[in-house]
């Protein structure tokens, strides 16, 4: 479970994230959307323990970050926004490495790294080095290391950029699957079709504070009768002030 | 040409903007803090330019040979500073050419390649210079005190050092240029770049191996014609460093139409290889960009063995450290071996350590005492030359975690376990570099067997020590988004880190300096020289400063680093 309070980041007079609170339940999707700059990223630092909040606090599987570091950090698994990973490595040993991290068993690391390769179609590249990988390939050999250490909660950043169409779509089967497993999955995007499509609740963020949140039927009833029927980008652009977009074409 | 110049000139101005930038988002805490390294800098100069002055004075208040050996010594060092200008703008054309972050945005503008290499030169030149000309402007301004030279001195020198910085540093751009554009192939590339460094550190040794000094010792010399004909004689004629020196000379000679010569032949040369190198960069540039994107092609197994780390930790039991500690210790090891660049410095330090010891073996010492207080006072060589190597490999090991630092920190794993294993990594070759330098000394020397423990101790105690404030240090002053190691050792953190481990020596030295002091008394047959209690205050005074140099940066790195919010 994910349990955000109260969680704040200022940065000298600058409030990034204000009084943020949310909860993600064991076995859901959480789909965080917001324009750029709003605090998204910010509040991924914050959960995964890269940032110390300036109040508040964040919960993992019970474990405050701040304070219960490690143990909050060991049921954790992040996907960050840009997959910088050790060049020097292949990407056989960076799963390696991370199975190491997260105490995964030798045993247990010899069986699954070959098959994550497989499923990823990455096992020509596995003894490359990490170098010689394209973005989206990055991208994948990260998404492999969290699922050997199966978390209990997952953060993604961002998890779908740079990867191709098929390899998208099998990330999203991935996060179904963790999630029927028991995993509280929460997700930054910027793609709203693919949180329309697999979010259980979704929470908007603007200027650091979240306006709007529930399930898209909640968001849609919130919006007013007139939502009805709606996509997400409607009501996410409607939030945001997204729409004011044909005033600044004139700049074109 | 138009279009170059107004490239090059937008290119620069983006940096200055940046600059600007930079110092006009600086909290009120890094503005003290900054000013802090810079008073702390400014006094280690003055310190610097008060030593320089005792030298130069003596030296010019001996007829004759004064003012002859006042030039020897300023053509040395000018030698000596532009030869490590070279070696430094090797590694760093590298990096700012091919592999400079913002090469990926400028590479796809339309921006001439010529205005773009041009704008990396300048770059270059600055990351190459700016601190050995700070180690080199205290003796420039120690001589203008001693011959009593006004301001115009001092715009002399820097008329002249700015063609022959520029100068220096072609040889290194153009060495790299060619290299990446000749050699496409990644470990092609590897292998010419270390065998490179092999073959510059097989002439360091020989150089040293000629024993140049000989020329130096007057006793050496048959006739004191010989030593006075040796002295007037140019240093390296053929080098900038010899035009400058000769510049300098003139103008406090007032010869200024030989000072006007020089100047005309340091700016004529840069100019020269400023149009060389972008001919070159014409030809060579593109096709050495595109081979740099290139990574290395070795195909390593997928199923992977247990590492030496893990077995052994196997082998440990529950006295073993986690495993998340020995994975890194595996990912550090790994990445170390596999970069390059580290090699050809191992290549360098090989050569340096054979001529530390062929220089130990040389020296014209006639007493046992003699010798025995000389390994004694080794010890401050060795700690600078270890400090040196600190500030290469221990310092950065932190930041080297660079843009995938998110990985140990996101991991279950604390910063003091990741310092730990840092330190871990560079403790061993610290130490044996340390005891190599101090007990192949000792053993040159004929030490006598109470300098030889205390020696030998003292460097352990010192290896130790010195790893960890690198590592704290290091910590205080992460930079992960640079983009090459230089960027790191020469930044105010290592600024402060060598500073420190420099003071660290010298309390080493005056700490053991009453027990040394003792034992010689005793050896030169004093009755009842050695008195306990001033051993064992010594003793504590060098546990309390070795405990204050190791403990300190490590306890502020770790709170710095727990609380870093990024770069």
Same mark, same amino acid.
């Given at each position: 479970m994910i349990e955000v309070s109260g969680l704040t980041k200022r940065f000298g007079t600058y409030t990034?994230?204000?009084?943020l609170s949310l909860r993600v339940e064991p076995g859901r999707i959480y789909g965080f959307l917001g324009p750029n700059g709003a605090g998204k990223t910010t509040t991924v630092k914050m959960l995964t323990g890269l940032l110390r909040p300036s109040a508040g606090t964040a919960r993992i599987c019970g474990f405050d970050v701040a304070s219960d570091t490690l143990e909050a950090k060991r049921r954790l698994g992040l996907v960050p926004d840009e997959p910088f990973v050790y060049p020097k490595l292949t990407g056989a040993e960076f799963l390696r490495l991370t199975g190491d991290l997260y105490e995964v068993p030798y045993e247990v690391q010899r069986r699954r790294v070959p098959e994550l390769l497989e499923m990823f179609e990455l096992t020509g590249f596995g003894g490359e080095l990490l170098e010689t990988y394209s973005h989206g390939m990055r991208q994948k050999v990260v998404l492999a290391s969290v699922i050997l250490h199966e978390p209990k909660a997952l953060i993604l950043d961002e998890p779908l950029v740079g990867l191709d169409p098929k390899s998208a779509r099998m990330a999203k089967e991935i996060f179904r699957t963790m999630a029927a497993r028991g995993a509280a999955i929460f997700m930054c995007t910027h793609v709203l079709e693919i949180a329309e499509r697999i979010c259980d609740r979704i929470g908007i963020i603007l200027g650091g504070r979240l306006v709007a949140e529930g399930t898209l039927a909640e968001l849609r009833s919130r919006s007013g009768p007139a939502a009805q029927g709606r996509s997400l980008e409607e009501i996410f652009l409607e939030l945001t002030g997204g729409q004011e977009y044909a005033a600044l074409l004139k700049n074109l | 040409m138009r279009p170059f110049l107004r490239t090059f000139s937008l290119l620069s101005a983006r940096k200055a903007r940046s600059a600007l930038n930079g110092v006009r988002s600086m909290s009120g805490w890094e503005w003290v803090r900054n000013l802090a390294f810079g008073a702390m800098g400014l006094w280690m100069m003055e310190g610097l330019r008060w030593g320089f002055f005792r030298l130069l004075s003596y030296l010019d208040a001996l007829p004759l040979l004064g003012p002859l050996l006042i030039w020897k010594l300023v053509a040395m060092a000018m030698l000596t500073t532009f030869s490590m200008v070279i070696v430094s703008s090797l590694v760093i054309s590298l990096t700012s050419f091919f592999y400079a972050e913002d090469l990926r945005w400028l590479v796809r503008a339309p921006v001439p390649l010529r205005a773009l290499f041009a704008d990396k030169a300048v770059e270059t030149v600055f990351f190459s210079s700016w601190m050995i000309v700070l180690v080199i402007l205290p003796m420039i301004l120690a001589l203008a005190q001693v011959k009593h030279l006004g301001p115009g001195f001092l715009a002399a020198f820097f008329a002249l050092l700015l063609p022959a910085l520029a100068l220096s540093c072609a040889g290194g751009m153009a060495f790299t240029l060619v290299l990446m554009a000749a050699f496409p192939s990644s470990r092609t590339r590897d292998a010419v770049w270390i065998l490179s460094s092999l073959a510059a550190a097989s002439v360091y040794v020989f150089v040293r191996a000629a024993e140049p000094e000989r020329l130096v010792r007057p006793d050496a010399m048959q006739l004191v014609s010989e030593y006075l004909r040796y002295l007037q004689a140019?240093?390296?004629? +053929?080098a900038p460093s010899w035009w400058l020196t000769e510049g300098l000379a003139a103008w406090v000679g007032g010869a200024r139409e030989v000072f006007w010569l020089r100047a005309a032949w340091l700016y004529g040369a840069a100019g020269a290889a400023a149009a060389v190198l972008l001919a070159l960069a014409g030809r060579l540039y593109a096709r050495g960009y595109s081979g740099a994107q290139e990574g290395g092609r070795a195909r390593r197994p997928i199923d992977i063995p247990p590492t030496p780390e893990a077995r052994l930790r196997r082998l440990l039991g529950r006295w073993a450290p986690s495993a998340a500690a020995t994975a890194l210790f595996w990912k550090e090891r790994t990445c170390f071996v596999r970069d390059v660049k580290h090699w050809s410095q191992l290549v360098l330090i090989a050569a340096l350590i054979m001529v530390y010891l062929f220089s130990i073996d040389r020296l014209p010492l006639d007493t046992a005492e003699l010798k025995s207080l000389v390994c004694f006072l080794n010890i401050g060589v060795a700690g600078f030359v270890l400090s040196s190597l600190g500030l290469r490999f221990t310092f950065p090991a932190v930041s080297?975690?660079? +843009?995938?630092y998110w990985v140990a920190r996101a991991a279950p794993l604390s910063v003091s376990q990741l310092m730990g294993q840092k330190l871990a990594f560079c403790l061993p070759p610290t130490l044996a570099v340390g005891t190599a330098l101090v007990a192949a000394s000792n053993h040159l020397l004929g030490a006598d067997r109470f300098v030889s423990v205390l020696t030998l101790g003292t460097i352990w105690l010192a290896a130790f020590t010195l790893s960890a404030m690198g590592v704290g240090f290091g910590a205080l002053f992460p930079r992960f988004k640079v983009e090459n190691i230089h960027q790191v050792e020469s930044s105010a953190g290592g600024f402060v880190y060598m500073a420190c481990a420099l003071g660290f020596i010298g309390l080493t030295l005056a700490a053991e300096a009453w027990p040394v002091k003792m034992h010689f008394d005793a050896r030169l047959g004093r009755a009842n020289a050695w008195d306990w209690r001033a051993a064992g205050l010594s003793a504590l005074m060098l546990l309390v400063v070795n405990a204050a140099a190791a403990g300190l940066p490590w306890v502020l790195g770790r709170r710095a680093l727990e609380a870093y919010e990024g770069d």
């Open positions: 990034a994230v204000s009084d | 140019p240093t390296a004629p +053929r080297l975690e660079g +843009r995938s």
